[in-house]
């Protein structure tokens, strides 16, 4: 395979912005072009965390200092990709200042996008979602003591987000369609302690799901203030009024670009690649929250924050014609009301196996999924990273545990890698 002399990357979140410094680190020589209409690339965890709750400032979310692209010769274009055009022959980014952009490869990391909340009302003004760093500041702007905010959603971003508004003494609500709304990814004793961690912090927590969204005009004199009308869980509904709504009901991958393209998408609208990040035309790459894998060992896309790097050093090998790095179970962590959770691998335990709980106390710190033959597939911890980094071997291996010490909290769980 012969190395491109010059790379375009579309998209600069994690993926995009760490496939062009894993290709200058891999020591490619060539050219390489970034575009994204956001400027220079910055990291999205804090934004729910940290930047929401003033903590951190848009400065230190930047990945690299702008004197970086000049030293790494990196070409940073901020403009948007309107389209790609792959019928030359070298596929070609129509920028929206309408300048056109070949490369002798592409690599589209163009992202998610949050799944907007389909109810009536549900695309107001002031309704708002969290994915760019545009996104955050509007939201912090709004966050301040005694202000009604209504999170719907409490999936990881929306946790999150409820935190950072509690921590701002705001006055919080969460909606959630599900009484343990993280279950798929750190198990349902994990995410039932972690959603009644909401209640023990001040969040009014309301089971049910949103029916529509209309101006509250009994709320004179605030700015965009919402009636949030929901369906309880027990039959019933309620309304709530809000100065601001944020929805936070999942992302969808952004494969906007690669559709009008032609390139193969998955059925959930992801970019299809092969395990080298290859789309169905073998000079376009996708990485990040907007490619699928055909061969994802694991049934739910990823759409973290490592499992984009680990596309992006992929990618960069594929480009270059090197090896592809081992890639182990997709991690995650997530931060909320002081806890800090992560996990790794698949928590739905495949059919015939189970989910082992380790109890401290009384309280579910860790949980383990396996599968039918007894080896991990999953694990996630709360305030507990080296339970899972040391579960992360275990699965990655394929290791058979015994049930009886992964529950016993005084069995370190590195000591299960001896099986
Ligand atoms: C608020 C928030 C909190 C998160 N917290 C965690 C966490 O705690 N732990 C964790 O593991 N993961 C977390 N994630 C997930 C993680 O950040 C994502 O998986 C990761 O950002 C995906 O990287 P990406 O590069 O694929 O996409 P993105 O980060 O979305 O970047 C995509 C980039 O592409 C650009 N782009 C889009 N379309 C075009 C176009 N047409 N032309 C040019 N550029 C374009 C966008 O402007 C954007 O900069 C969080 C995500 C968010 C939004």
Same mark, same amino acid.
């Given at each position: 395979m012969t190395v491109p002399a010059s790379v375009l990357v579309v998209g600069g979140g994690v993926a995009g912005f760490g496939t062009v410094r894993e290709l200058r680190r891999r020591g490619f020589e060539g050219k390489l072009t970034l575009v994204d209409p956001q400027g220079l690339p910055y990291d999205r965890p804090p934004l729910s965390?940290?930047?929401? #709750? /003033?903590? #951190?400032? $848009?400065?230190?979310?930047?990945?690299?200092?702008? =004197?970086?692209?000049?030293?790494?010769? &990196?070409?940073?274009?901020?403009?948007? @990709?309107?389209? %790609?055009?792959?019928?030359?022959?070298?596929?070609?980014?129509?920028?929206?200042?309408?300048?056109?952009? *070949?490369?002798?490869?592409?690599?589209?990391?163009?992202?998610?996008?949050?799944?907007?909340?389909?109810?009536?009302?549900?695309?107001?003004?002031?309704?708002?979602?969290?994915? #760019?760093?545009?996104?955050?500041?509007?939201?912090?702007?709004?966050?301040?003591?005694?202000?009604? &905010?209504?999170?719907v959603g409490a999936g990881l971003t929306g946790s999150e987000v409820a935190s950072a508004a509690r921590e701002a003494m705001a006055e919080v609500t969460l909606v959630s369609a599900s009484p343990a709304p993280a279950a798929a990814a750190v198990g349902p004793a994990l995410a039932a302690r972690l959603h009644a961690l909401h209640a023990a912090r001040g969040v009014d927590v309301v089971?049910?799901?949103?029916?529509?969204?209309e101006h509250a005009d009994d709320a004179p004199g605030l700015d965009a203030p919402h009636r949030v009308h929901v369906a309880? =869980?027990? /039959?019933?509904?309620?309304?709530?009024? =809000?100065?601001? @709504?944020? $929805?936070?009901?999942?992302?969808?991958?952004?494969?906007?670009? *690669?559709?009008?393209? +032609?390139?193969?998408?998955? &059925?959930?609208?992801?970019?299809?690649?092969?395990? *080298?990040?290859?789309?169905?035309?073998?000079?376009?790459?996708?990485? +990040?929250?907007?490619a699928r894998r055909r061969d994802a060992a694991y049934a739910a896309p990823a759409m973290h924050w490592e499992p984009a790097l680990q596309d992006a050093a992929d990618a960069a090998a594929a480009l270059l014609g090197e090896d592809l790095p081992e890639r182990g179970a997709p991690w995650f962590w997530s931060d909320r009301h002081g806890v800090h959770v992560e996990g790794v691998g698949a928590m739905r335990p495949p059919e015939g196996g189970r989910?082992?709980?380790?109890? &401290?106390?009384? #309280?579910?710190?860790?949980?383990?999924?396996? $599968? *039918?033959?007894?080896? %991990?597939?999953?694990?996630?911890?709360?305030?507990?990273? %080296? =339970?899972?980094?040391?579960?992360?071997?275990?699965?990655?291996?394929?290791i058979v545990v015994d049930p009886e010490r992964l529950a016993d909290p005084s069995v370190p769980v590195k000591a299960l890698l001896r099986g």
């Open positions: 965390k940290d930047f929401l #709750t /003033g903590e #951190t400032d $848009a400065h230190r979310l930047l990945f690299a200092p702008p =004197a970086w692209f000049a030293e790494h010769a &990196v070409e940073l274009v901020t403009a948007r @990709v309107d389209r %790609m055009d792959l019928t030359g022959e070298h596929p070609a980014a129509v920028l929206d200042d309408g300048t056109v952009r *070949a490369a002798d490869a592409v690599v589209l990391a163009p992202g998610g996008r949050p799944r907007p909340l389909d109810v009536p009302g549900g695309d107001r003004p002031g309704v708002l979602v969290l994915r #760019t760093r545009a996104d955050a500041e509007a939201i912090a702007a709004r966050l301040h003591f005694g202000a009604r &905010v209504v999170v089971q049910g799901r949103v029916l529509r969204i309880l =869980a027990d /039959g019933g509904e309620a309304a709530l009024d =809000a100065d601001l @709504v944020v $929805a936070a009901v999942g992302i969808l991958p952004d494969a906007a670009l *690669a559709a009008e393209a +032609g390139l193969e998408l998955a &059925v959930d609208g992801g970019i299809l690649v092969d395990a *080298a990040q290859r789309t169905s035309d073998p000079r376009v790459l996708a990485v +990040g929250d907007a989910i082992v709980d380790r109890e &401290v106390r009384g #309280t579910v710190v860790a949980s383990f999924a396996l $599968a *039918a033959d007894g080896a %991990m597939v999953g694990a996630a911890s709360v305030d507990d990273p %080296m =339970a899972v980094k040391a579960a992360r071997r275990i699965v990655d291996r394929g």
